[in-house]
């Protein structure tokens, strides 16, 4: 009798271990849903795009159950140091003046160029330019000479911003503008190209060491077999995967 209980006991302990376990291994993916093709919402409300696709390729990989939770960009920043999710996997640059809040992977996309889209081809980088608060964008502009920046909170807005005549032109990733231009003809490219930060990864609190060396280790791997580069070549059209 004595011998069942211990047994049952041993048991008990067991499932108890592997349920916080599972706990543990739960990491919740925050990202913006509004910035395609790096992510947003599909008909049905669910996350999409190439961060989706990347992300669930990620947990794939390194044993992690992983939720996804959307935020807006403007404090997704301060609601991962809170505690609302684990990660940011939305886009982000890595630069310096981030890296001081929280901590980075490696990069999962190489730095991508940004690009000026206008009314008109004579924009010359003067004048009010758009971008999305707390972007790469928005700081590069800030520093421009001859520049006055007007900040908004969705991407969707810095769009509407120079359709509307609030803005002579927006600055964004070029991947994000290039189907906007192709389907507008009101909007065109102008003015020459930037690179800005090192490249996109996956943001985590500073404290999260641990996760941090799991989504490294997997997003490593997931380089060296192809998939980063084959997802790359999916969502970016005419984009050649640089792993």
């Given at each position: 009798m004595k011998k069942l209980i211990l047994t049952t006991a041993a048991l008990a302990l067991t499932a108890g271990m592997a349920m916080a376990e599972s706990h543990a291994m739960t990491v919740r993916m925050g990202t913006e849903g509004a910035y395609p093709p790096y992510n947003f919402l599909n008909d049905n409300g669910e996350v999409d795009g190439f961060e989706r696709d990347l992300g669930d390729a990620i947990c794939?990989?390194?044993?992690?159950?992983?939720?996804?939770?959307t935020n807006d960009w403007d404090s997704i920043i301060p609601n991962l140091v809170s505690g609302n999710y684990d990660t940011i996997i939305a886009g982000m640059s890595i630069t310096e003046e981030r890296d001081e809040v929280i901590d980075f992977t490696q990069a999962y996309f190489p730095a991508d160029p940004s690009a000026f889209a206008a009314m008109s081809d004579s924009f010359d980088g003067t004048g009010v330019i758009a971008a999305q608060t707390g972007t790469i964008q928005a700081s590069h502009v800030a520093s421009m000479d001859g520049a006055e920046l007007v900040e908004f909170a969705t991407p969707d807005e810095t769009i509407a911003a120079v359709k509307n005549g609030e803005a002579d032109a927006v600055l964004a990733d070029k991947a994000f503008l290039?189907?906007?231009?192709?389907?507008?003809?009101d909007l065109m490219f102008a003015g020459e190209d930037v690179v800005l930060g090192d490249g996109i990864g996956i943001g985590v609190r500073e404290s999260d060491e641990e996760l941090k060396a799991k989504l490294d280790e997997a997003i490593t791997a997931l380089k060296e077999d192809g998939t980063v580069n084959e997802l790359i070549e999916k969502w970016f059209e005419g984009m050649t995967g640089p792993y």
């Open positions: 794939e990989t390194a044993g992690l159950t992983c939720e996804w939770v290039e189907p906007i231009v192709a389907e507008d003809g």
